[in-house]
């Protein structure tokens, strides 16, 4: 059965960290992370592709946020870095269901949704 359950969420003070992980029972395809806030449109953060070669981030997070995969695990890991009240939001992971050599930040590219955990960030 195909599943994905996230944990790792919390609340951070700005310029904290955190690691989101992505639990991926039966996924071995490409896998994005999503996040959405209030009253706000759910905006792709990061993707890796199936065998962790291609990653790619929004322009948002580049150069603190960090995604990876441990295939032996079946896990997907996101490591938040330097944090921003404006990184607070509902964070997703979704797989693709066919395989893909790369990986996208389109929501439409996904089948499989976790239910998302909660990152606040604020002093």
């Known amino acids: 059965q195909l599943q994905l359950v996230e944990s790792g969420g919390g609340l951070v003070q700005p310029g904290g960290s955190l690691r989101l992980s992505c639990a991926a029972s039966?996924?071995?395809?490409?896998i994005g992370w999503f996040r959405q806030a209030p009253g706000k449109e759910r905006e792709g953060v990061s993707c890796?592709?199936?065998?962790?070669?291609?990653?790619s981030y929004s322009d948002s997070v580049k150069g603190r946020f960090t995604i990876s995969r441990d295939n032996a695990k079946n896990t997907v890991y996101l490591q938040m870095n330097s944090l921003k009240p404006e990184d607070t939001a509902v964070y997703y992971c979704?797989?693709?269901?066919?395989?893909?050599?790369?990986?996208?930040?389109?929501?439409?590219?996904?089948?499989?949704w976790g239910q998302g955990t909660q990152v606040t960030v604020s002093s």
């Open positions: 039966g996924v071995t395809n490409a």
């Open positions: 890796i592709s199936s065998s962790g070669r291609t990653t």
């Open positions: 979704a797989a693709e269901s066919v395989f893909n050599y790369y990986c996208s930040n389109s929501a439409e590219e996904y089948d499989i």
